[in-house]
């Protein structure tokens, strides 16, 4: 039995293993996606609220550059949440106009992929319903990377337990049926016992031809 | 051995749910870490959004009582949100002058409340929005996960079935198969003899020891029974008779139906496995890249539809021509080495179908991979007939079949969650490691040279015309197993797909749809198969089964096309239907070819069968794409399901007219 357990429980125990392992992943991914579809979220708030107010004041006729309350608003926004590395203004043309972080006032706006932060933004409509700058939601990308490094972590690290419980119920398991399957062929290879054999036997012992006759 | 892995397979089916629990409750106690703090965040985003709203309003000189709308604005806000379980405006006196709760009812209960004041001037009473938020978020977060976690689980159970060959080995799953069915049979009182276990060890030995049990009693019953002819005692001879009928003695079983065939199931199953990981996304990338082709010129006369079957149609395609070709290819390469070179190809397939950018790199692609997936399955077809005697054809089949069914329920829900999380590329690399895997278990289990058969080819091309010129088996070919494939693959492998992308649906649960089919087969088609043969109704079978197939796209009538309940209900009448047909369908073609086509062997109207039915897999694309843009998803559905039910109606009226004449199938004799 020894060897038979060897051979077998290796695979029961990768298969195990590997469904775990999905599972903890599966687990992991689902969480992530909802911490930052919350981040994602709130920035999106955000970015959608000062972009509202600058497109009514564009609505009152003061173009967007001419916001100047909107500096000190971005810098307000921005202190109260510790992720939001800086909220930004744009013009049309990606200048910043106006930005929680000054010193990226008169700078061009990064694009998505050569900007490292986690980005939301909102268009700035202008009177006659056409974009004429945008709010961008810069937040810290590395430390919601850290937050998702460290939830990965857990969760996975809490899978290990319960992977190895599975993969040693799940051997034992199999071990148990293939166990009772031996019994159960030690005890039905045995002369004497008593089944569809013997039964047959003992009809044949009885069986006379002379008597028959 | 069967009972043996099914035991095994829902033990651990058990330990993995069981696990599964364990790993489910941990991960929500570290969910409400990470996101309680980030809900409470954006709580209080929200509350100082509305309360700026309300504060601007409030300042218009509209007094609290009157903010017309703020309900909805509330409603808006909470039934988007599902974090937040109610939203309020709230007087002096911390009352809520407005309050709206989350759309499933009123909650008490909290993880907490955030407020935040509404910006008034002078000394106005102060008002205030709260927010409360829902304390089941995180727990719902990873409960919705859990219709994926318990198909990870179902899959997982079912590839522990079909690799535990692999985990035991040829002759130690022999020794306990044998062993199994040993006291099975005694059980039943069934003592026939058994072809002997050779392996050696412990369940060996207990074969052998039982063998010698039986052979006792057989030796015995010789010698009463040598007893009894020499005595001349009549009535001792016919209770002699009575026993040896009772209990099988002096009989011998044939070998085990599945024996050696059950090397080519676990490299059969991981290959079609990978195929099957592609199905929920695959038409949805086809139509991307060729859109994207046609947004730089190239057939750009062409619906975008259409454009996207081509790829898909190469792909079948190659299998369909290939496959009366590589017959004898196989042959001579040995079925195990066109095992792994089919694997090896699909590797290179798969894998090189992530990177490929544009339609032409990518169809040639799938024409690559198509026969590297023709290699394996005429490979292991011909093992199948090259480890089986006449007799033990349809055991053997058999396992060859299922195989293909069960990868064809597990691929798509698992490809469908790959897709979601690893993205397309992602999921063609997992399905080339799948064929690799493929190519490694074939050469791990599969025997090195199989007992080759010398033998011609599947098709002799001027029995063809003899075949096609049988009005009985043209009606059958043309009318019935073409129009079900074609059915089959524009239904399941195309329109479907496509339809579920434009209702915005996950591929998971692209996936999930796409398992109704192979659910449906796998468990009706061995009992469709019995009624038929017992009823002798072959021909009814494949009629009713052709007419319920193609009535299954009326499902859509009148809407259903937006009703992913109403695409279930489709796919699940073209199961139904093609459960009914399918088995008949194959007896009838070994039917009518005995009788109308004397002259050509049974093997050759099999194969002329098998390449119709191929030819009709690779028309789906272009008949679905070519409709589908014409008429849109519904109307393209039901066109196919039309014309595939008067093919069905035809033949049906012509098994009528004719009987017993002509298209009477003599039922059980196939």
Known sequence: MIRLAARTLPVFAAIIGFAMALAAYLNFSGVRTAYLDLIRARAGMIAGDIAADASAAQGFGIRLAEQRTLGELLARQAAVDPLILSIDVAGPDGVILFSSAPARVGEQELPAGEDTAFRQQAEVIGALGAPVGEVLVRLDGATMDATVAGLRRDVLLGAVPAGLAAVAAGCLLALTLLSRLRARARRASAAEHADMIAQAENEMAGFRPSARR | ?670
């Open chain 2, 1 to 670: 051995m069967r009972s043996l892995r099914v035991r095994l397979s829902a033990a651990l089916l058990a330990a993995l749910l069981a696990a599964l629990l364990a790993i489910s409750f941990e991960t929500v106690r570290r969910a409400d870490a990470v996101l309680g703090p980030e809900i409470e965040r954006k709580a209080a985003t929200l509350a100082d959004s509305s309360a700026a709203l309300i504060g601007k309003a409030l300042a218009l000189g509209i007094p609290a009582e009157r903010l017309h709308g703020l309900d909805q604005h509330f409603a808006r806000l909470v039934a988007e949100n599902h974090d937040v379980a109610w939203i309020a405006l709230e007087g002096p006196d911390g009352a809520p002058l407005q309050i709206v709760y989350a759309p499933d009812g009123e909650r008490t209960q909290t993880s907490g409340i955030v407020s935040r004041p509404v910006p008034r001037a002078g000394d106005a009473p102060p008002l205030a929005v709260s927010v409360g938020l829902d304390p089941a978020f995180a727990r719902e977060v990873v409960s919705t996960l859990w219709i994926d976690l318990a198909i990870v689980m179902f899959v997982t159970a079912v590839v522990a079935l079909e690799l535990i060959y692999v985990g035991l080995g040829d002759g130690l799953y022999a020794a306990i198969e044998g062993v199994e069915r040993r006291l099975h049979n005694i059980s039943r009182g069934d003592l026939r003899s058994h072809q002997p276990v050779e392996a050696r060890g412990e369940f060996g030995a207990l074969a052998r020891a039982l063998d010698s049990r039986i052979e006792k009693v057989h030796v015995a019953y010789a010698q009463i029974r040598d007893r009894a002819m020499e005595s001349g005692d009549r009535a001792a001879r016919q209770a002699l008779e009575m026993l040896q009928d009772r209990f099988g003695l002096g009989q011998m079983l044939g070998a085990a139906g599945a024996g050696r065939v059950m090397a080519v199931r676990a490299p059969l199953f991981v290959f079609m496995l990978a195929e099957e990981l592609t199905r929920p996304f695959l038409p949805g990338h086809v139509r991307a890249l060729a859109q994207a082709a046609q947004g730089e010129g190239a057939l750009s006369g062409l619906d975008p539809a259409f454009v996207a079957a081509l790829p898909m149609m190469a792909f079948l395609a190659v299998v369909a021509a290939c496959q009366p070709l590589l017959g004898g290819v196989t042959e001579r390469l040995g079925r195990r080495r066109s095992l792994a070179i089919g694997g090896a190809v699909g590797l290179v397939g798969y894998a090189a179908s992530a990177f490929a950018e544009g339609l032409v790199p990518f169809a040639a692609l799938r024409a690559l991979t198509g026969f590297g997936f023709a290699m394996v399955f005429v490979g292991a077809q011909g093992y199948v007939i090259d480890s089986t005697e006449p007799a033990q054809r349809s055991s053997g089949m058999a396992v060859f079949i299922s195989a293909i069914l069960v990868a064809g329920v597990c691929g798509p829900p698992v490809g469908g969650i790959l897709t979601d999380r690893v993205g397309v590329e992602g999921t063609f690399l997992v399905s080339g490691l799948f064929a690799g895997l493929s190519l490694l278990l074939a050469w791990l289990v599969m025997p090195s040279a199989g007992p080759v058969r010398a033998s011609g080819p599947a098709i002799r091309w001027r029995e063809f015309g003899r075949v096609i010129a049988s009005p009985s088996l043209a009606a059958l070919f043309f009318l019935c197993a073409m129009p079900a494939k074609i059915l089959l693959v524009a239904f399941c492998f195309f329109l479907v797909p496509l339809q579920m992308e434009a209702l915005g649906a996950t591929q998971a649960a692209t996936g999930r749809m796409l398992m109704i089919y192979p659910i449906v087969m796998v468990l009706l088609v061995p009992a469709c198969a019995r009624l038929a043969d017992r009823w002798r109704a072959r021909a009814g079978f494949v009629a009713g089964g052709g007419l319920l197939a193609g009535a299954s796209a009326f499902a859509l009538l009148g809407g259903g096309a937006e009703d992913p309940a109403r695409i279930a209900l489709m796919l699940l009448g073209l199961g139904l239907g093609q459960a009914l047909s399918i088995a008949a369908l194959s007896g009838l073609v070994g039917d009518y070819g005995r009788r109308h086509a004397g002259e050509v062997t049974e093997g050759s109207v099999y194969g002329i069968f098998r390449l119709v039915e191929r030819t009709g897999n690779a028309l789906g694309p272009p008949v679905a794409g070519a409709l589908l843009g014409l008429y849109g998803f519904a109307d393209a559905a039901m066109i196919v399901g039309g014309a595939a039910m008067a093919c069905a109606l035809v033949f049906g009226l012509a098994a009528l007219a004719l009987r017993p004449a002509d298209l009477d199938a003599k039922g059980a004799e196939g």
